[in-house]
């Protein structure tokens, strides 16, 4: 079946340094992939997704590009500021399906301090 | 365009209290998704509509859970009779059926539930 794995969190780092969660998956067909981020208290929220093998996806200065033979999303940011620290989510959808149903990652905890 | 909307945003009640929560998902979508979330298990998906139409129930932990949709605008997830495992935040999200797995799921805020 269809699973994604992300590095253990917490992830603590300084302001400005540069951040990345690796996300690796497992897929029988040619899923998409996204990363959603949640802060606390909020639901979760699309942060970037790539639809087929080496696309990047971007947004907020986060980036990820879609490595088809590595089998690996990961998430960088060069530059993090303190309200980035959230939990960010790795997720796949297999495109063959016609639910999109989803498979998420445990989730990474960053904590951005000052 | 209004997000996912859930209500109540909290609730606390007594374990044996049936606990109703309800979700409209953004106009126009087609899927429909209650997920819940603990911090043991992560975020877990208990059931999804296409349609109005349950596909998929086989993350409902048990019988005393149930989920109804009546129309594309309105569902709900009922816990009867409520006991303190089933605290935690349960959310709902919805996406587009067009392109299934090109299209994000939108998530709403969340009902944090706490039973006592």
């Known amino acids: 079946g269809n699973s994604v794995t992300q590095m253990e969190g917490p992830v603590t780092l300084s302001e400005e340094a540069f951040l990345t969660i690796n996300c690796t998956y497992t897929?029988?067909?040619?899923?998409?992939l996204f990363w959603y981020v949640q802060y606390p208290g909020e639901g979760l929220q699309l942060l970037l997704k790539?639809?087929?093998?080496?696309d990047k996806g971007s947004n907020k200065g986060f980036e990820a590009t879609y490595r088809k033979e590595t089998t690996s999303f990961h998430l960088e940011k060069g530059s993090v500021q303190v309200s980035d620290s959230a939990v960010y989510f790795c997720?796949?959808?297999?495109?063959?399906?016609?639910?999109?149903?989803?498979?998420f990652g445990a989730g990474t905890q960053v904590v951005v301090t000052p | 365009d209004a997000g996912v909307i859930q209500s109540p945003r909290h609730e606390v009640t007594e374990m044996g209290q049936e606990v109703t929560l309800r979700c409209k998902p953004i106009s126009g979508h087609d899927y429909l998704f209650w997920y819940r979330q603990t911090m043991m298990r992560g975020l877990e998906l208990l059931i999804y509509?296409?349609?109005?139409?349950?596909?998929?129930d086989s993350g409902m932990p048990e019988d005393r859970f149930s989920a109804k949709m009546p129309n594309a605008s309105f569902s709900t997830l009922k816990i009867q009779p409520s006991e303190p495992r089933d605290s935690a935040v349960y959310f709902c999200a919805s996406s587009l059926g067009q392109g299934a797995g090109n299209q994000p799921q939108h998530f709403g805020d969340g009902t944090r539930l706490s039973i006592l």
């Open positions: 997720a796949l959808s297999e495109r063959a399906d016609s639910w999109g149903k989803f498979q």
């Open positions: 790539a639809t087929k093998a080496d």
């Open positions: 509509f296409n349609n109005n139409v349950p596909i998929d």
């Open positions: 897929a029988t067909g040619y899923p998409s």
